[in-house]
């Protein structure tokens, strides 16, 4: 997935724009934007806030003035064809200046903030937001695609096991969702799919609580540092790390690891 923030632009000179990859855009304040399929026959499209915008591919449009802060979203063609369960080549996509969809706007959201903050939540996060993202446009816009198949049963056991064995030897890592697809012979969205039914949770959420359990666990010897703690279990930084564990937690790694402390010291003497 490929995220690019976009300021108002001031040039009023229309110019041809072409993308080649699958992309969309989400309005982030109230503005408005010039589009046309001709130079000389642009129409004013009015935006809040969370509107979206489904870029037309490989043909290219006009556009005049951009007057809204927007992000644009780049969709890769492995996510659009695994949510079509295995269509080959491209997955077309109905182009749509201007539409809501709130599912998808909520996603989108997500990617902004953890952009702002410096990607700290790592590539299995953006490859699960690609994937969910990838699914709603093929269902909602795709001109032709293969319907999506229901799978009612989950991971077998030796699979489900050889997910977890290698969540566990990369914990430190960064895992992505293709990695996890791959080491099961299945493809990144039929692997969410049968994942969540086999264990609850999106892999994502999975791995997240895989790694406060350890996390839980290295804090418990009295010479660990919480940095060392929050590298040993994938966090980028100490600051994203402790927030994250309070969210789950509900108490920070220093207030868990003082507690955890006293409460041994206290076994210890009765």
């Given at each position: 997935m490929k995220l690019e923030f976009?300021?108002?632009?001031?040039?009023?000179?229309?110019?041809?724009w072409v993308r080649h990859d699958q992309a969309f855009a989400m309005m982030l304040q109230p503005g408005s934007i010039e589009w046309g399929s001709k130079r000389s026959a642009l129409e004013k499209f009015a935006y809040t806030a969370?509107?979206?915008?489904?870029?037309?591919?490989?043909?290219?449009?006009?556009?005049?003035?951009?007057?809204?802060?927007?992000?644009?979203?780049?969709?890769?063609?492995?996510?659009?064809?695994?949510?079509?369960?295995?269509?080959?080549?491209?997955?077309?996509?109905?182009?749509?200046?201007?539409?809501a969809d709130a599912r998808l706007s909520a996603m989108v959201?997500?990617?902004?903030?953890?952009?702002?903050?410096?990607?700290?939540?790592?590539?299995?996060?953006?490859?699960?937001?690609?994937?969910?993202?990838a699914v709603t446009l093929v269902n909602g816009h795709a001109v032709r695609h293969r319907p999506v198949q229901v799978y009612r049963g989950g991971l077998g056991t030796v699979r489900l096991q050889r997910v977890k064995e290698l969540i566990h030897a990369k914990m430190q890592g960064d895992l992505s969702l293709e990695e996890m697809a791959q080491s099961v012979g299945l493809s990144t969205a039929h692997f969410a799919r049968m994942f969540r039914k086999s264990t609850g949770e999106t892999p994502h959420q999975f791995v997240l609580r895989q790694r406060l359990e350890r996390a839980k666990s290295m804090l418990g010897a009295?010479?660990?540092?919480?940095?060392?703690?929050?590298?040993?279990?994938?966090?980028?930084?100490?600051?994203?790390?402790?927030?994250?564990?309070?969210?789950?937690?509900?108490?920070?790694?220093?207030?868990?690891?003082?507690e955890f402390a006293g409460s041994e010291a206290t076994s210890a003497s009765e």
């Amino acid at each position: 997935m490929k995220l690019e923030f976009f300021p108002p632009d001031p040039e009023t000179e229309p110019r041809h724009w072409v993308r080649h990859d699958q992309a969309f855009a989400m309005m982030l304040q109230p503005g408005s934007i010039e589009w046309g399929s001709k130079r000389s026959a642009l129409e004013k499209f009015a935006y809040t806030a969370g509107d979206l915008a489904l870029c037309d591919r490989h043909v290219g449009e006009w556009v005049g003035l951009v007057n809204v802060n927007h992000l644009q979203i780049g969709i890769s063609d492995a996510a659009l064809m695994a949510s079509s369960d295995g269509a080959y080549g491209e997955v077309e996509l109905r182009a749509s200046r201007k539409f809501a969809d709130a599912r998808l706007s909520a996603m989108v959201a997500a990617a902004h903030a953890e952009m702002a903050a410096g990607f700290p939540s790592g590539r299995l996060f953006l490859d699960s937001l690609e994937q969910a993202m990838a699914v709603t446009l093929v269902n909602g816009h795709a001109v032709r695609h293969r319907p999506v198949q229901v799978y009612r049963g989950g991971l077998g056991t030796v699979r489900l096991q050889r997910v977890k064995e290698l969540i566990h030897a990369k914990m430190q890592g960064d895992l992505s969702l293709e990695e996890m697809a791959q080491s099961v012979g299945l493809s990144t969205a039929h692997f969410a799919r049968m994942f969540r039914k086999s264990t609850g949770e999106t892999p994502h959420q999975f791995v997240l609580r895989q790694r406060l359990e350890r996390a839980k666990s290295m804090l418990g010897a009295p010479d660990a540092r919480v940095l060392d703690v929050a590298l040993a279990c994938g966090f980028k930084t100490q600051q994203h790390f402790a927030e994250v564990f309070r969210n789950f937690w509900r108490v920070s790694p220093t207030q868990y690891r003082r507690e955890f402390a006293g409460s041994e010291a206290t076994s210890a003497s009765e």
